[in-house]
């Protein structure tokens, strides 16, 4: 699926369109790619509204963990491997198997070989300052 959003409030109201999930074998994995700037954090700060948090970039922290309550998810991942290209002390595959976690990965191309199959990708594209493209390569079911 892909969209077109017109500002920084759109592009957070997108991700509540994959909040309709429910925990299966594994966690809950959304890899986000794209350039700087081109709108992977402000997604992810979507769901302060949704889960009546505050959301920090992790980007000097690679790894951010919020606790949540809903629908059987506990834990927000939100996890940066900008300009990291290991997950060496993360215990990122003991992650990445509880199905309590939904997990939000921006650069996950720079780890491709530790994502797993099940992982879903979000691609983000600048167009121009307030624009930008988005494709959701999973469907979403609501
Ligand atoms: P990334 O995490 O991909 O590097 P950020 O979400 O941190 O990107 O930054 C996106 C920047 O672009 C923010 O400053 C945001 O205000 C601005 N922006 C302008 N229009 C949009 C839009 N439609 N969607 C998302 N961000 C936008
Ligand atoms: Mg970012």
Same mark, same amino acid.
């Given at each position: 699926?892909?969209?077109? @959003? !017109? %500002?920084? $409030?759109?592009?957070?109201?997108? +991700?509540?369109? =994959?909040?309709?999930?429910?925990?299966?074998?594994?966690?809950?994995?959304?890899?986000?790619?794209? #350039?700087?700037?081109?709108? $992977? @954090? @402000?997604?992810? $700060?979507?769901?302060? #509204?949704?889960?009546? =948090?505050?959301?920090? %970039?992790?980007? &000097?922290? +690679?790894?951010?963990?919020?606790? *949540?309550?809903?629908?059987?998810?506990? !834990? /927000?991942?939100?996890? #940066?491997?900008?300009?990291? !290209?290991?997950?060496?002390? /993360?215990?990122?595959?003991?992650?990445? $198997?509880?199905?309590?976690?939904?997990? &939000? =990965?921006?650069?996950?191309?720079?780890?491709?070989?530790?994502?797993?199959? &099940?992982?879903?990708? *979000?691609?983000?594209?600048? /167009? #121009?300052?307030?624009?930008?493209? =988005? +494709?959701?390569?999973?469907?979403?079911?609501?």
């Amino acid at each position: 699926m892909k969209y077109i @959003t !017109n %500002s920084e $409030k759109e592009t957070r109201n997108l +991700i509540k369109k =994959i909040l309709n999930i429910s925990p299966s074998q594994n966690a809950a994995v959304y890899v986000l790619e794209g #350039d700087l700037g081109a709108g $992977k @954090t @402000t997604f992810v $700060k979507g769901l302060e #509204d949704v889960f009546n =948090i505050q959301i920090k %970039s992790p980007t &000097f922290n +690679i790894i951010k963990r919020y606790q *949540i309550d809903y629908k059987g998810f506990k !834990n /927000l991942y939100h996890i #940066d491997f900008y300009r990291v !290209n290991s997950v060496e002390g /993360l215990d990122f595959e003991k992650l990445l $198997k509880d199905p309590q976690n939904l997990i &939000f =990965i921006e650069w996950g191309s720079n780890v491709k070989k530790y994502i797993p199959s &099940f992982a879903k990708w *979000i691609y983000f594209k600048y /167009l #121009d300052k307030n624009t930008r493209e =988005i +494709i959701y390569e999973a469907e979403e079911n609501n």
